[in-house]
C-alpha cells in the first residue's frame, strides 16, 4: 500500500510539474513591454492590499475576540453614526481608486501597443491573419510568410499588423506583452521586443470555436546568424501562397503543423481588409477579383 500510495504522489509532482510559478511567463517575462506589465500588475496587487490586509486581520481578531464564553469584549452596539468608521469605510477606497485610477491613466499611454518601441535599430514588420484555427504571418520585408510559427531577429523591435478573416480572435505571446484583437476587416496593432534570443508560446486567447484549444504557436525571437538562417530555410523550402492556394488555407482545420511559404500574392494583408469593405467602397471590386479568381 505503501508502494502505491508513493507511486500515486509521484504521477501528480509528474503532471503537475509544469504548473510551478517560474513557468509562468507573466510573472518572468521576457520584454521590456511585458516587464511593465508584470510591474504594473503587482503595484495594483498591492495598492489593494491596503484594504485587503487589514480586512481579514480585522476579521480574525473578531472571530477571537468575540468568540463563544468571551467575556472581556465591551458590547457596543451605537456605533452606526461614528465618523471614525465613516471615514476609514469611505475615504480609503476612495483614495485606492484614485492611485488605480492614475496608475491605468498613465499605462493606458506608455503601454499603448500602437506606440513605436524607441530602438537604434527600425521595426521588423509582420502581418498576422487570424484563420480557423491556425495564424498565417507574412513578412513583407522578406517576402515570405509561415503558418503556426513566428520569427523575427532579436536585436530589433517587432510591428505587428493584425487582422482575422474569420471571427474575432486575440493574438498574445505572454513572455513579450499583451493581447490585442484581431477582427474581420479592421487592422489592429502590436509593437513588442524580445529583451535576448529565445522561444516563446503566442495563441489565440478568444474562444473561436472547435479548434481554439489547439491555436497556438511558437514565436522565435533569433540571432542574426540564425534568423538568416531561417530566412534561407523559409525561402528555399516554401511553396507560394497564391489566390488559390490562400483559399485552401482559409478551410477550417484544427492543429495544423509548421508550414511555409516562399512567396506570397502582392498586398494580400491590404486585401483580406478590403473584402469586409462593403459592396463598391475602395478596393472592394479588387479583393473580390482575387478571392473569385483563386475559387475558380
Known sequence: MKLIGFAGVLGIALMLQGCGLSNAPVLYPKGPIALAERDLLFTAFWVMMIVA?????????????????????????????????EMVVWLVPAAIIVVLGTLVWQSTHKLDPYKAIASDKAAFKVQAIALDWKWLFLYPELGVASVNELAFPADRPVSI??????????????ALGGQIY?????????????????????RNTMYSGDGFPDQHFKAHAMSEADFTSWKTKVSGQGTSLDCKSYIELHKQSVADPVAYFSSFEADLFKLILQKYAPAGGPGASKAAELFCKGAA
Open 53 to 85: 490586509i487589514p480586512a481579514i486581520v480585522l476579521t480574525l481578531f473578531f472571530v477571537w475576540r468575540y468568540r463563544s464564553g468571551a467575556r472581556t469584549a465591551a458590547y457596543s452596539p451605537d456605533w452606526d453614526s461614528s465618523w471614525k468608521i
Open 161 to 174: 499588423e493584425i487582422t482575422s478573416d474569420t471571427v474575432m480572435n486575440s493574438l498574445m505571446i505572454p
Open 182 to 202: 484581431a477582427m474581420a476587416g479592421m487592422r489592429s496593432e502590436l509593437n513588442l521586443f524580445a529583451d535576448e534570443p529565445g522561444t516563446f508560446i503566442g
